[in-house]
């Protein structure tokens, strides 16, 4: 099992900037590919964002331009970074990657307040 450990979620006003971080805790655990999701409560969960081995990445059209996800292979961690966050963007955000399996991170409270 591959533990997945986020930080960075927290509680920000309209137009603030946040930074998601993502490291699998066990180093014999390459993160090959990695995303963000996220989950608003009353909704399903939603791709945010996604970036692949070869640092090719793709968004949600409610972030493009607001979000960046990013990698550090010698950290073995998948960031986001978020700016000009709204109160739409409030959700638990959830880790997400692959290399032998894929597997979930426990997810991380944003709140935006308005």
């Known amino acids: 099992q591959v533990q997945l450990v986020e930080s960075g979620g927290g509680v920000v006003q309209a137009g603030g900037s946040l930074r998601l971080s993502c490291k699998a805790a066990?180093?014999?655990?390459?993160?090959?590919?990695g995303g963000w999701y996220r989950q608003a409560p009353g909704k399903q969960r939603e791709l945010v964002a996604f970036?692949?081995?070869?640092?090719?990445?793709n968004y949600a059209e409610s972030v493009k331009g607001r979000f960046t996800i990013s990698r550090d292979n010698a950290k073995n961690t998948v960031y986001l970074q978020m700016n000009s966050l709204q109160p739409e963007d409030t959700a638990v955000y959830y880790c997400?990657?692959?290399?032998?399996?894929?597997?979930w991170g426990q997810g991380t409270q944003v709140t935006v307040s308005s």
């Open positions: 066990r180093m014999t655990f390459s993160i090959d590919a």
């Open positions: 970036i692949n081995s070869r640092g090719s990445t």
């Open positions: 997400y990657a692959t290399g032998n399996g894929g597997y």
